[in-house]
């Protein structure tokens, strides 16, 4: 039950963070636990092995949709390309100082 | 050439970063020199978590590929630090500025062969791997951390390997060695370069005191 509950929480930490597939990890050990305090559980007790198995279910439609619909793009950066115009004009003043020096 | 850049996560490799490496002509009233540039920036998804805006710059004698400038400008995670290296003959002026610390300015003499790192990838795609013997190494001399450090290179030989839009290209594979806590590991610091005349750098494996990772080509173009 605890294990369950610790892989079910670092499923949904996993999940939000992008890491990718590596959230199956947690994910996977969430629904083994799940199962096996499933399996173990009175009829009465069911419920919250349940609950762990659903988030666990829901975290991994999460995870593969992600992984198939999100693309790995770099965001456009303007003050970072702001930054490189700079740094260029930048160079070329040192560049023609380090000329005078020579 | 564009990269994917992933970093070893508890054994999966996790896709991080783009890298993209390119070059232009710059000219000043006197010289043109060849602008060579490595920019690394986080994907979308991991900018809310730990951004990384890092560029590498060095500008270049087009003809011998011999560095008159270096630039390093990181931020990691809102850690900052800037680098500037000028080369004058055998002499090396270096000014650092690190996050919430005052400039730092060094003085260093070099050899006469001394490379950056960024126009060090470059000079190694001149090398005539052809003729080298499996084991055979290359000494090298760099610039990094206000200091000259030697480079070995280590050909091991070659391998196919994926070049992403080129498809699947026979390479040489060369081990890199440095005196320096930047690298860590023997053979764990891998360069694969297109076994043709352009020597595209293919796959980089790289393994640093907080991890391990790689960069992958997913495109090159106008090489």
Known sequence: ?102 | MVYAGSYNMSGLMTQLAQVTMSTETVSTSKNAYLHLSCELSTYSKWDSFFKIRDIYESYVNPANLKPSLYKRSIDEGGYTKKEKYAFKGNTVNSTTKRKNKPETQKKFTIGASTQDVISLLYKVRTIDFSKFKVGQTQNLMIVFDEKQIPVTLRFMGKETVNAGNLGKKECYKLSIGAKTDALRGKDKNLIWLTADAKKIPALLKFSIPVGTGQLTLTSATGI
């Not at chain 1, 890491?19 to 919250?48: E, Y």
């Not at chain 1, 693309?71 to 970072?80: I, M, N, P, R, S």
């Not at chain 1, 003043?93 to 000329?99: Q, S, V």
């Open chain 1, 1 to 102: 039950m605890i294990l369950s509950v610790v892989f079910g929480l670092l499923g949904i930490a996993f999940t939000i963070l992008p890491l990718d597939t590596l959230a199956f990890l947690p994910i996977g050990f969430a629904l083994v636990f799940g199962l096996l305090t499933l399996k173990q559980s009175q009829d009465s007790q069911k419920k919250f092995p349940k609950i762990i198995l659903t988030i666990a279910a829901l975290c991994s439609a999460v995870v593969l949709g992600k992984t198939l619909l999100v693309k790995d793009e770099v965001a456009t950066d303007t003050q970072f390309e702001q930054q490189k115009i700079e740094t260029k004009q930048e160079a070329k003043k040192e560049l023609e100082e380090i000329e005078g020096l020579e």
